[in-house]
């Protein structure tokens, strides 16, 4: 911990010590921390009631309520808090490699009347 009223090691020596950048030691946030909090209690509340909810639903709810937030915040903040929408994920008709692969029965018959294929 660095002590700026250190009589002996100065702020600068401490942060060589510490293996510290000393811009990191006086650097102050910019963001607004507190409205962060704000939004994501929102999405929170908005998410248990509704996960299908991503995140243009999510901005454009923000927006109804007056919350003018972009999807790159929206985004942020959802994967911060690690939600993701429910929805179909991509390749979900792949087959799994434990199932058992039937052979196609009908593939070198020539079908040329009604019902034949009851029939094979």
Known sequence: MI?????????AR???????PRSSYYYVS????????LLMNLIDER???MPFCGVAKMTAW???????????TVRRLMRLMGLEAIYPKPSLSKASPEHKKYPYLLRNMNIDQPDQVWAA
């Open 3 to 11: 002590e700026p009223e250190h009589k002996i090691i100065t702020v």
């Open 14 to 20: 401490q942060c060589e010590l510490l293996n510290l």
């Open 30 to 37: 910019g963001k607004n921390d507190r409205y962060n909090r």
């Open 47 to 49: 998410y248990t009631k």
């Open 62 to 72: 923000f927006h109804r309520q007056g919350h003018f937030v972009n999807q790159k």
